[in-house]
């Protein structure tokens, strides 16, 4: 990694549809040396993929907290078993394992509080590993890289 490929990055992460050519004068190379980086950086997978960021409100996602999980067990195989539990829910857009006082945080997201407190009771609640939730409503993100 050079300053080129460095620069290279952060033009790409801040706006990923970017041309080659575009791409190529902001960062002060040929296009076709551009190219030959960036295919580099993916096959080394520096540059893992691409996203697309939607406007959440869009999607009727009014609702946004992160929740702290402690489990019962500090086992491997409680851990699994949570893993397992939150992995096809579509509320839970992010699943962190933690230090500290809990094992788990996850970014949830849902229509409206109505919609969290069903996820709450029916994923999280029925969870047999799951000792402790708890939650932290998202209010404002003045500051949040993913949009």
């Not at 096959?43 to 929740?67: E, N, T």
């Amino acid at each position: 990694m050079d300053r080129f490929d460095e620069r290279i990055l952060q033009a790409l992460q801040a706006d990923g549809r970017i041309s080659n050519v575009e791409l190529a004068e902001r960062v002060g190379l040929s296009p076709s040396a551009t190219l030959r980086r960036v295919q580099e950086l993916e096959r080394k997978k520096v540059i893992k993929g691409y996203r697309v960021i939607v406007d959440k409100s869009q999607l009727d996602i009014g609702f946004v907290a992160y929740v702290a999980i402690g489990l019962n067990s500090h086992t491997k195989k409680a851990q699994l078993s949570f893993e397992e539990h939150v992995r096809f829910a579509k509320e839970v857009v992010e699943c962190h394992n933690i230090t500290g006082m809990n094992e788990y945080l996850l970014r949830v997201e849902t229509k409206d509080l109505s919609a969290y407190k069903r996820f709450h009771a029916d994923v999280l609640g029925e969870c047999l590993t799951v000792k402790s939730i708890s939650t932290m409503v998202v209010m404002d993100s003045p500051k949040d890289a993913r949009q």
